[in-house]
């Protein structure tokens, strides 16, 4: 019996009606743990959040990219399964690539930045006054109920200032260090460049060049302040993401938004590899579930609420696979356009995140094996070859310009300098960096911890693998799906060896290819999920198909729950109302602008490190960070390094301090100590050289033991600091 239009809608209209008020209920009962203040005091700090422009100029972007996807029409034609999905990855490569590109022209400006985005909402208005394609059925029934709570723990996690939220991230270290630092800088700048003392700005980038389009839409540059230097650094005063409360949010809001994108990426994977087993009546429960298992792992909703890079891959990775499952019948040029596809959607990913060449490339090509007939592999890895170095070549072209080397910092050994170093690197830069992003343990080792905790972890033995509490039963699950497929009885198509091999040969990558850090393991999701859709698909009755996946769900959504209730202490909500202007200090400014001197010896005492250099420090003063990298709030002149970049030159500050500038360090010894066990510091540095520096040349201003930091103000003098670090 078919369903009428008419009631097709009203069932439609339900079910959006009771997600929204089970989002509101879910999102009031998240902002309440741990608070004092009854309802509906924490969901107003939070719509507060939400109600800024953040969410409407982050959501804009997003549909923008989706919108863009129309254009690659002739390229994912209608009858491809999951058409639209497909599409909407390759339109969000496609944007990212537009900001990258305008960025390294200089022409990422407000106008531009929102001109580029309209065109994208224009398109994605003329899609959805199209008919669905038929092979891109929507996602219906009341399985999508089950995405609230993680969704809703997704955005409330993402509208904490950067810096307040997740444990095992410090606060988001890498948002600060650069993913939200580069494109502060980048705005300053008026172009993306690399900077030599951030290498992170040397990686592709086109995340970071998004984050960068969304301070573009701000329509607040920033007021830069560029101070003469062998560092090249460069200051930010109260403009570009810090120009308000809500850029900064609105980066992360952009890459929640890419998290639900890449649960819908995996769950077209998943369906496309349920469809080729034959006609099943879960064809559409399995896949949902495998998707909703995704998007409620912790570390989903941890990496996801975060203004990191990692949701694009996915999502790219995802919709590639799809694409490279779902085949293209015995045209030569059916599979050209297939290799294209999925070659463009990898060199997206690889843009986002480069380690995608291989956690992406792999598995995609597994399935590129399976699928296409021999005779058109040639011609299709060929045009492959052609559109995933196209996606690149202007990072590689900029890289070249700026450090002779293509890929810097990768492939040090293939574009050598006179020093043995390559770029502006040393030999020892080049050999510390290989080595902080290596795991210096036996393969065995390695493979121990995939399962065990890390026994030499001087934070205490702590998970690295598969079993980090973070990613819960999303393995075991995974495993159980594995021992299913491949128990005696059951019937295997060839793209489960495919899919399997791909997650084998992801593991061997981690194994072999990274420092081996759980979060690493995220590529590895997808052609887990469609593997664990599979295996639900075959088990006897859709009943038990709808039990068994809800069940896996229900566990991911109660770790979930658990993990973030568990944030500070049981108190996840405790900086909920504290806005990235007010990290900063921009809404005490007004306090002090009354003073006769913005400098007090007493008013540090009351105050942070952050609001110490912004607040209480002269408007002329040049800081320079030691040991720590994040300065993403402060709006000084500030000098600073990641630890593979050189360090600062001391002798330097004495001498600025001479010609009478008012140079001051804000040193973290804290942030010392743990790079030296590490192995990460450069050598010479060490927190009892430094503490000797600063006996010498230096006069300790306001120290924040609990902290392990110090504000140092430089003395003058002409001696030069021989018994430096």
């Known amino acids: 019996m078919q369903t009428s239009p008419t009631s097709s809608r009203r069932s439609a209209t339900r079910r ?108 994605m208005a003329w899609t959805l006054s199209k008919p669905a394609p038929a092979a891109s059925p929507p996602l219906g029934g009341w399985w999508p109920m089950l995405a609230v709570v993680p969704a809703c723990i997704l955005m409330v996690a993402a509208s904490n200032a950067p810096g307040s939220m997740w444990e095992s991230e410090f606060g988001g270290y890498d948002a600060l ?32 060049a998004a984050f960068m389009h969304l301070g573009a839409m701000a329509m607040s540059p920033p007021r830069a302040t560029i101070v003469a230097g062998a560092m090249e650094p460069l200051s930010v005063k109260a403009g570009g993401l810090l120009a308000d409360s809500w850029p900064l949010l609105a980066c992360q809001f952009l ?33 949902c579930l495998s998707a909703l298992v995704f998007l409620a792992t912790p570390w989903t909703l941890v990496a996801g609420s975060l203004a990191y890079n990692e949701m694009p891959v996915i999502a790219m990775i995802a919709a590639a696979c799809a694409l490279a499952a779902g085949g293209a019948g015995d045209r030569r040029g059916d599979w050209v356009r297939v290799f294209l596809a999925c070659a463009a959607l990898i060199g997206g990913a690889c843009g986002a995140k480069p380690t995608a060449l291989l956690f992406g490339g792999v598995p995609v090509a597994m399935l590129l094996l399976a699928t296409c007939p021999r005779r058109h592999l040639l011609p299709g890895a060929a045009a492959g070859a052609f559109a995933g170095v196209a996606m ?59 399962v065990l905790p890390d026994p030499n972890d001087p934070a205490g033995a702590r998970h690295r693998g598969m079993l980090h509490p973070q990613w819960f039963a999303f393995f075991p699950l995974a495993m159980i799906a594995l021992a299913r497929l ?74 979930s729950v658990v993990c973030f209730a568990s944030q500070r202490d049981g108190r996840p909500n405790m900086l909920l109302s504290v806005s990235p202007a007010d990290r900063a200090g921009e809404t005490q400014r007004a306090y002090l602008a009354s003073r006769t001197s913005d400098y007090t010896p007493e008013l540090l005492d009351s105050l942070g490190p952050e609001h110490a ?42 001498a600025g301090a001479s010609r009478g500038e008012r140079r001051f360090l804000l040193v973290d010894f804290a942030e010392i100590e743990r790079l030296t066990r590490s192995g990460f510091i450069e050598p010479g540095w060490s927190s009892s050289r430094m503490s000797e520096w600063i006996a010498r040349h230096g006069r300790p201003v306001k120290a924040w033991q609990e902290l392990g930091q110090v504000l140092v103000l430089v003395e003058p003098g002409s001696r030069k600091a021989t018994d430096a670090p």
């Open 177 to 208: 260090s650069y993913h939200l630092q580069l494109p502060q800088e980048w705005l300053a700048c008026g172009r993306i460049e690399p900077l030599r003392h951030n290498v992170y700005s040397f990686l592709p980038g086109y995340v970071e």
């Open 613 to 654: 250099v912004n607040l209480a420090l002269p408007r002329d003063a040049i800081v320079t960070l030691v040991g720590g990298a994040t300065p993403l709030y402060l709006t000084r002149a500030v000098r600073y390094n990641t630890t593979w970049d050189a360090w600062p030159d001391l002798d330097e500050a004495i």
């Open 16 to 123: 959006i009606a009771a997600t929204g008020i089970a989002g509101l209920a879910v999102i009031a009962g998240l902002t309440s743990i741990g608070e004092d203040a009854a309802f509906p005091v924490p969901l107003a700090t939070w719509l507060d959040a939400v109600l800024s422009p953040a969410l409407p100029v982050a959501a804009a972007y997003m549909l923008a990219a989706l919108g863009l996807g129309a254009l690659f029409k002739p390229l994912v034609p209608d009858a491809t399964p999951h058409a639209g999905v497909i599409r909407g990855a390759l339109g969000l490569a496609a944007m990212l690539s537009l900001s990258h590109g305008l960025g390294v022209l200089g022409l990422l400006g407000p106008g531009t930045a929102w001109a580029t985005v309209l065109l994208g909402l224009c398109l």
């Open 255 to 287: 890459h929640a938004m890419m998290t639900l994108f890449a649960a819908r990426c995996i769950h077209a994977a998943a369906s496309v590899m349920v469809a080729r087993g034959g006609p099943n009546p879960s064809a559409h429960v399995a896949p």
């Open 392 to 450: 690149l070549a202007p990072w590689m072209a900029r890289n070249w310009a700026h450090a002779a080397n293509p890929v810097f910092p990768f492939a040090a050994s293939l574009f050598p300098d006179a020093s043995g170093g390559t770029g502006h690197w040393t030999a020892e830069q080049v050999a510390r960096f290989a080595k902080g992003h290596a795991f210096d343990g036996s393969l065995l080792d390695a493979l121990r911890l995939c």
């Open 486 to 559: 491949w128990s005696p009885g059951v019937v295997r198509h060839r793209l489960v060896v495919a899919t399997t091999l791909g997650l084998a040969a992801q593991v061997g990558l981690w194994l072999a290819a990274t420092h081996v850090q759980s979060r690493f393991l995220l590529p590895l999701a997808v052609p887990a999920c469609m593997l664990v859709a599979t295996a639900l698909a075959s088990l006897p009755s859709p009943r038990l198909v709808a039990a068994t996946g809800i069940a896996g769900v229900l566990l991911q959504i109660g770790a």
